[in-house]
């Protein structure tokens, strides 16, 4: 393998790596990991939802996690094309989330949609510079209380933050 292919398998591990740390950072409400995940400059256009800076839908997104039980948010089909110091993506993004309704029933709601991403590499970090969302579908239901309790914690006191890191 040539040095050139060699540096883009690793720029597409790197990309794929923070775009988990970007549902992490979602589903554990980490703040400074979220951040990390856009560069300070970086924009974020999510539609009728937000535009405005990356850091800013972060803690904008926060703030309507907050009022929920339970959220997990998951990727798939990530596409990445390097060219140099800077990248594009395309993955696509499946949310669900748990919250109470105002007369206390349990509701679900799922939400499906995709992030293309441009991505620029800076002092040996890779990190999205604009990030377009574009949503696909989403439903509200009633669900029935969960048969096992919910494990996890949704910030810094989760078990996986145990773990050792790479």
Same mark, same amino acid.
């Given at each position: 393998?040539?040095?050139?292919?060699?540096?883009?398998?690793?720029?597409?591990?790197?990309?794929?790596?923070?775009?988990?740390?970007?549902?992490?950072?979602?589903?554990?409400?980490?703040?400074?990991?979220?951040?990390?995940?856009?560069?300070?400059?970086?924009?974020?256009?999510?539609?009728?939802?937000?535009?405005?800076?990356?850091?800013?839908?972060?803690?904008?997104?926060?703030?309507?996690? +907050?009022?929920?039980? =339970?959220?997990?948010?998951? $990727?798939?089909?990530? @596409?990445?094309?390097?060219?140099?110091?800077? &990248?594009? %993506?395309?993955?696509?993004?499946?949310?669900?989330?748990?919250?109470?309704?105002?007369?206390?029933?349990?509701?679900?709601?799922?939400?499906?949609?995709?992030?293309?991403?441009?991505?620029?590499?800076? +002092?040996?970090?890779? =990190?999205?510079?604009?990030? $377009?969302?574009?949503? @696909?579908?989403?439903?509200?239901?009633?669900? &029935?209380? %969960?048969?096992?309790?919910?494990?996890?914690?949704?910030?810094?006191?989760?078990?996986?933050?145990?773990?050792?890191?790479?």
């Amino acid at each position: 393998m040539d040095e050139t292919a060699f540096a883009e398998l690793l720029a597409k591990q790197a990309i794929t790596e923070q775009l988990y740390r970007y549902c992490r950072s979602m589903d554990r409400m980490d703040n400074d990991l979220g951040r990390s995940v856009f560069h300070a400059d970086a924009t974020a256009d999510y539609g009728g939802m937000y535009r405005g800076t990356g850091y800013g839908f972060i803690d904008f997104v926060y703030g309507a996690h +907050a009022g929920m039980l =339970a959220h997990h948010h998951q $990727l798939g089909n990530i @596409l990445i094309a390097v060219d140099g110091n800077r &990248a594009y %993506s395309e993955s696509y993004v499946t949310v669900t989330f748990r919250r109470r309704g105002e007369n206390g029933a349990l509701l679900g709601m799922s939400s499906c949609g995709r992030y293309l991403d441009r991505w620029e590499k800076r +002092a040996d970090r890779w =990190a999205i510079v604009d990030r $377009l969302y574009l949503h @696909l579908t989403d439903e509200s239901y009633p669900v &029935a209380d %969960s048969q096992f309790p919910t494990t996890g914690a949704r910030d810094r006191t989760d078990p996986s933050y145990e773990l050792p890191r790479a």
